[in-house]
């Protein structure tokens, strides 16, 4: 298991892209869409290796809350090749299972737990993470589908 990013909750995905990319120099590994009809980037500093997942919900969407600023952080995303087992895990140690690969608005492979202050934790089961780069082997690449923060 390893922590390979975090995504942080945009208003507007081209200007946050402008900021991240042409400001910070970050460099776009990927994006795609979500099943709710969100958005995502995946951003990663060569230097340090170390990635951010810019998120845009449309209005509409369940997870399409109001923005709060300085409360952009969307969840944490870690790779593993046991999601399930992993979130049961959890949730013996406080977490609580809000979204699974068969809900509605959920991830083939993936589970969201919240830890017990309610912040979300996606559990990647794609793959395992390799010694060499951090990164997960097999399929590459998140979907994270965050969520209303109904329990704030």
């Known amino acids: 298991m390893g922590l390979i990013y975090f995504g942080i909750r945009v208003t507007d995905l081209d200007r946050s892209l402008r900021f991240y990319v042409?400001?910070?120099?970050?460099?776009?590994?990927?994006?795609?869409?979500?099943?709710?009809?969100?958005?995502?980037?995946?951003?990663?500093?060569?230097?340090?290796?170390?990635?951010?997942?810019l998120n845009w919900y449309p209005s509409g969407s369940p997870?399409?809350?109001?923005?709060v600023v300085g409360e952009g952080l969307d969840h944490l995303g870690f790779?593993?090749?046991?999601?399930?087992?992993?979130?049961?895990?959890?949730e013996e140690c406080g977490g609580k299972i809000v979204l699974s690969p068969s809900d509605p608005d959920g991830v083939r492979q993936n589970f969201y737990v919240t830890d017990p202050d309610?912040?979300?934790v996606e559990l990647m089961g794609w793959g395992s993470p390799s010694p060499a780069t951090g990164h997960a082997s097999g399929k590459r690449g998140t979907s994270a589908p965050s969520r209303a923060r109904s329990n704030r």
């Open 79 to 90: 790779s593993t090749g046991h999601a399930a087992e992993l979130a049961r895990r959890l």
């Open 118 to 120: 309610g912040n979300w």
């Open 22 to 53: 042409q400001g910070l120099g970050l460099e776009e590994l990927r994006r795609g869409r979500l099943p709710h009809g969100g958005r995502r980037v995946l951003l990663e500093d060569r230097k340090t290796g170390q990635r951010l997942e």
């Open 63 to 67: 997870f399409a809350v109001p923005y």
